[in-house]
């Protein structure tokens, strides 16, 4: 009877473990593309000259941060990930994280004001008979944390003479799918006004996780696109005539976002995608003809390897075209370690277009890595709960040659009060029917760490090359119920190649998104200068990014010997400048934008990464 009794208990307490472990997905605590943000500007002043109408925003510029010449401060976060309707590609985000990419140091579970979107001063000396009207778009959550119903988005106009700001327009409406426009006629006097402004604030609240710091982070996101100001308009007057590209460019292959060169030449001929696709709409009221163009461009050879038209068609109004442009030509270069292509697209359309939306660009890189994620983390993902002290975490890759597997990158986040800073295994499987088998390697208690690459990733090298070929599995197995926090690209599904262990059985997670961990291949990293034009294929580190005025270059592992250049591409593929690698490169002189920089020695490719710079 008490074997019974007990065995009952166990069984019992093994429902309970399953019942409270559980794979968890929660928002950023910090976002690394902003830590190095611009001060803010001073919103009380906004900028020496006044705007004239209209004033005209859509947010599909390349920069992270609002464009300066109409707003006057940087909370925002302008991106292409935090949704999927967007009204044009670019949105701004707003949530819990202030212009460095920090949490507010007021975030608490108590509804508080946090981002700022502010115009600069525009000129609205006008009549209420003029029929001036701002519309906007807004959307609750999209792919990031839905707000609670204590959260809100609001809008304040300024009266200059008053210097007041005044509610306008405010709501905390989450029952909505996607966006919804917004239109409000302004002809109150008081801001009929030169130096007129208006400016979004949100206002968020943490999540409660006091028991689990680690999984506190960004939160109750609302996203803002297509921003118009002008007279004469009706209270149906919510877009321009316009025809814009909806969504970004993504990754050309088939299965991956990237892969180590040489893996990539060997199946080039079936992972290399047959079309090239974009999605575009119509928002005028009128048919409209326009001209789809395509681009693909060596950027390390600073050649044009690709470039077609798809012709002009006819696009009826208000429709939202998806389009495969048929794509007969294969990724090619004489590197042998690694290559970076810029995919381009353009729109041709009327003159009266607003244009920076008619513009898709994306950047194929092939390195010594494999990635199924695209790089941008929107959310942190972890096991936590009761009995997952052990449990395991696992991606699943395929190598197409014998190669040598001898790092594992990782996206660890940032976490609340460092309350993921904790220990970990580091395991490498090989394939059993398709899930994790027999144990490659291991290393045992590795501590999480935060990199300082643009995008966060952490180079864990194993002590010894492992060979792979085939399946193999990469991941962790932890050593405490801590939730780690490791990135999570929401964007790209893992069709399956993601999975987690507890007590003794492997699940397919249930989570939609990809992992960020990346195996890294290839020959041992560099023991000394002298070995890295052979064998360097990391990204360049420098800081600050964004920069305004110079970058430091970590040259511990790059020689500063007269024969390594820094080359600066702008993102049409133009080389703006090429120098000599120095500790410290003055940019000052670089307009505001997005550069990819490509260092080189004698000819052989050393690294990249990419540069925001800023005024």
Request: net charge negative; proline share 5%; glycine share 6%.
């Amino acid at each position: 009877m008490y074997k019974q009794t007990l065995l009952y208990i166990i069984f019992i307490l093994c429902i309970v473990n399953n019942g409270l472990t559980q794979e968890v997905i929660t928002g950023l605590p910090s976002n690394p593309l902003l830590k190095n943000g611009p001060p803010v500007s001073d919103s009380k002043s906004g900028s020496k000259s006044i705007l004239e109408l209209p004033f005209f925003d859509d947010f599909s510029g390349q920069n992270i941060f609002p464009d300066n010449e109409k707003w006057t401060d940087n909370y925002v976060f302008i991106n292409d990930t935090y949704t999927e309707k967007q009204i044009t590609k670019g949105v701004a985000t707003f949530d819990a994280l202030d212009n460095y990419g920090q949490l507010y140091e007021d975030a608490s579970y108590i509804s508080n004001i946090a981002d700022h979107l502010s115009s600069q001063p525009i000129n609205l000396d006008y009549t209420p008979d003029d029929s001036l009207r701002l519309s906007f778009f807004f959307e609750p959550g999209g792919t990031g944390d839905m707000p609670e119903e204590r959260d809100s988005l609001t809008l304040q106009f300024y009266a200059p003479e008053e210097d007041k700001w005044y509610p306008v327009w405010k709501t905390n409406n989450i029952d909505i799918e996607g966006f919804r426009a917004v239109n409000i006629r302004i002809d109150d006097s008081r801001f009929l006004k030169n130096g007129f402004r208006f400016r979004f604030v949100n206002y968020i609240s943490l999540s409660d996780y006091q028991n689990y710091p680690s999984m506190i982070g960004n939160c109750d996101q609302w996203n803002i696109d297509y921003v118009i100001l002008d007279k004469n308009r009706t209270d149906k007057d919510t877009l321009l005539p316009d025809v814009a590209f909806i969504s970004p460019l993504r990754s050309l292959l088939s299965t991956h976002e990237s892969l180590p060169w040489k893996q990539f030449e060997h199946i080039s001929l079936q992972e290399m995608g047959a079309f090239i696709p974009v999605q575009y709409k119509n928002y005028d009221n009128i048919v409209r003809n326009v001209t789809r163009n395509f681009q693909i461009w060596d950027v390390y050879e600073n050649t044009q390897v690709k470039l077609f038209s798809a012709g002009a068609v006819n696009i009826d109004p208000l429709v939202d075209e998806k389009y495969n442009a048929d794509l007969i030509y294969t990724y090619s270069s004489d590197n042998k370690d690694s290559a970076l292509f810029r995919v381009k697209s353009w729109l041709v359309t009327d003159e009266f277009d607003p244009k920076p939306n008619d513009t898709l660009v994306y950047y194929q890189v092939f390195n010594d890595y494999f990635a199924f994620d695209d790089g941008s983390s929107e959310a942190g993902y972890g096991i936590n709960g009761l009995g997952s002290n052990n449990a395991m975490v696992a991606c699943r890759f395929r190598s197409y040659i014998q190669d040598s597997l001898r790092a594992v990158r990782i996206c660890f986040n940032d976490s609340y009060m460092n309350a993921n800073l904790r220990s970990f295994d580091l395991m490498v499987w090989n394939d059993n029917g398709g899930l994790p088998g027999e144990i490659l390697t291991s290393v045992e208690e590795l501590m999480v760490q935060q990199g300082n690459s643009i995008n966060g990733y952490y180079t864990f090298v194993l002590p010894k090359p492992v060979m792979v070929e085939g399946l193999f599995y990469v991941g962790w197995k932890q050593r405490s119920e801590a939730f780690l926090n490791a990135g999570f690209d929401i964007n790209t599904p893992h069709q399956g190649r993601q999975m987690y262990w507890i007590n003794g059985i492997w699940h397919e997670s249930g989570q939609n998104g990809s992992l960020m961990i990346r195996p890294v291949t290839g020959p041992p990293l560099a023991t000394s200068v002298n070995d890295i034009p052979f064998l360097r294929t990391e990204p360049l580190s420098f800081r600050p990014n964004p920069a305004r005025d110079y970058i430091i270059f970590n040259t511990e592992r790059l020689p500063v010997d007269g024969l390594t250049y820094v080359s600066f591409f702008d993102l049409s593929g133009k080389e703006i400048m090429k120098v000599p690698l120095s500790e410290t490169i003055d940019i000052s002189y670089l307009n505001t934008g997005v550069y990819i920089i490509v260092a080189s020695r004698q000819g052989r490719y050393l690294g990249y990464n990419r540069l925001i710079k800023i005024k």
